[in-house]
Nanobody
Framework: QVQLVESGGGLVQAGGSLRLSCAAS????????MGWFRQAPGKEREFVSA????????NYADSTKGRFTISTDNAKNTVYLQMNSLKPEDTAVYYC??????????????????WGQGTQVTVSS
């Protein structure tokens, strides 16, 4: 059974940085995407970023491009999301997810089959 455990969320001032981690277990993940989504109160879950498990390809939402960086450590079965220049509008619960496949423009929640429990990120102004 796939398990995803996120960590690294917290409270940070606008302009600050946080790094989220997602430790994955339960199967091999090669040829699949790993992704981050977020959900703010009263809003739908939205795509943040995705990466091929090999780490060779990435995809970002326009709102996070240039500020966030997704990466993997295959030896640790862990995916990271480095978030810089954080804004109050980045405040949300951030979820890690395992994709059902990988393609370069993957961004739909329906393409992801396993989800973590989420970690809260709060950016104060």
């Amino acid at each position: 059974q796939v398990q995803l455990v996120e960590s690294g969320g917290g409270l940070v001032q606008a302009g600050g940085s946080l790094r989220l981690s997602c430790a994955a277990s339960g199967r091999t993940f090669s040829n699949y995407a790993m992704g981050w989504f977020r959900q703010a109160p009263g809003k739908e879950r939205e795509f943040v970023s995705a990466i091929s498990w090999s780490g060779g390809s990435t995809n970002y939402a326009d709102s996070t491009k240039g500020r966030f960086t997704i990466s993997t450590d295959n030896a640790k079965n862990t995916v990271y999301l480095q978030m810089n220049s954080l804004k109050p509008e980045d405040t949300a619960v951030y979820y890690c997810a395992v994709g059902r496949t990988w393609y370069s423009s993957i961004s739909s929640a329906g393409d992801f089959g396993f989800w973590g429990q989420g970690t809260q990120v709060t950016v104060s102004s």
